[in-house]
């Protein structure tokens, strides 16, 4: 049914009023919890929260009135619509029930198409305002991004091309040497940033089109090897691995290419000089199983679930203080879940981190 992801919740002190508002919303495809006071209501607040709420105005002990302030003072409920069922229509209570948050009402006995109607139009409605809010907080943070992660890289690069036009720096010296090094390093990690704002942006407009198709595993993770290579080198880290050339995967190769990108980038960023970076697969069940394992600073648990559960926005400096976004995290995440993959981080503070990608073997559909 078109409406099965949409969870509303009734509370009515009216037994027969609960069961017959219920019937009309499940026939529609709604998925419903019922509450015959405001106490039971806020209890079932605590483990899941609605799309909407309809709720009768007329309850004994805390009336509709009374519950919809508790639940506007709440920040994680103060933006589900409240919709009011009362028996009466005073302008009084109408304007009481508008300042306590609700956003509309319906009389009872109610009209089964103006009820039907008036759900459909404010889930709408709070499902867009909720949108516009996400677009604006993405904005404001590729502006944040862009304002600061590239414009200071690319304001070094600068300058340090001025030095050499300007024959500032002896070409044979060692200075110079140094200089283009740090030159050739911040290119390489401003490439890498602006590619995760492209594929970041697109991600978050959902204009990336997903095409899986059957792929073996090794040149997509060697291409990425490749690519940090020089990142690798500047931090004398070895990277070792065994990855079979047979196993294939049901996957779609340019976003799996940018996980495996970000994966490794930050294993060679958080991972001091003269460490070791070791990337292996293998197949279990119906997914193939990429491990890359580095002997870097390692994440507290804390941090993991801060990053890849709650998608907070995270950066800090590497190890020989590359700089980064933030948004990599975010890329890994939801690549692997449209390519109907898994991911799974183990993280010792100080002992190095290995991430574990799983990937379809076939085509699950």
């Known amino acids: 049914m078109p409406n099965s992801d949409k969870y509303i919740l009734i509370v009515d002190d ?9 019937i009309l919303l499940k026939n529609e ?5 019922l509450a015959q006071n405001g106490e039971n209501a806020l209890a079932q607040l605590d483990e899941l929260i609605p799309d909407l709420i309809l709720l009768d105005i007329m309850m004994p002990g805390m009336d509709g009135l009374e519950l919809c302030r508790v639940i506007k003072k709440k920040n994680k409920l103060s933006d589900i619509p409240i919709i009011f069922l009362t028996a009466k229509s005073q302008t009084d209570d109408l304007a009481a029930g508008f300042e306590a948050g609700g956003v509309d009402y319906i009389n009872k006995p109610f009209n089964r198409e103006e009820l039907l109607i008036r759900v459909k139009n404010h889930i709408e409605l709070a499902s867009s305002r909720r949108k516009i809010i996400e677009m604006n907080l993405m904005r404001d943070k590729l502006y944040s991004i862009i304002a600061h992660d590239i414009r200071s890289p690319f304001a070094s690069i600068s300058l ?8 500032y720096l002896d070409p044979g010296s060692d200075d110079f040497k140094e200089v283009m090094n740090h030159l050739e390093k911040t290119a390489s990690e401003t490439s890498v940033l602006l590619d995760n704002l492209l594929e970041f942006t697109r991600l978050q407009s959902r204009t990336i089109s997903m095409v899986p198709r059957q792929i073996s595993i090794y040149p997509v993770i060697m291409e990425s090897v490749q690519l940090l290579k020089g990142n690798a080198d ?6 070792t691995y065994d990855i079979p050339d047979d196993i294939t995967a049901h996957i779609d190769e340019i976003s799996i290419s940018a996980v495996f990108r970000n994966i490794i980038f930050n294993a060679i960023k958080f991972t001091p000089e003269n460490g070791l970076i070791h990337i292996s697969a293998e197949t279990e069940a119906e997914f193939a199983i990429v491990k890359v394992t580095d002997t870097g600073i390692g994440l507290s648990e804390e941090l993991i679930k801060k990053i890849f559960i709650d998608n907070e926005h995270y950066t800090t400096p590497g ?3 590359e700089q980064g976004s933030g948004l990599g995290s975010f890329i890994i995440k939801d690549f692997v879940s449209r390519n109907q993959g898994k991911l799974k981080i183990t993280s010792t503070p100080g002992s190095g981190t290995e991430i574990r990608v799983y990937l379809p073997l076939t085509d699950s559909h």
């Open 14 to 22: 009216n037994n027969k009023n609960l069961q017959l508002t219920a």
């Open 160 to 167: 340090t091309l001025s030095a050499i036009t300007n024959g």
């Open 234 to 239: 500047k931090k004398k880290l070895k990277i």
């Open 29 to 33: 495809g709604y998925l419903i919890s």
């Open 319 to 321: 190890t020989n203080k």
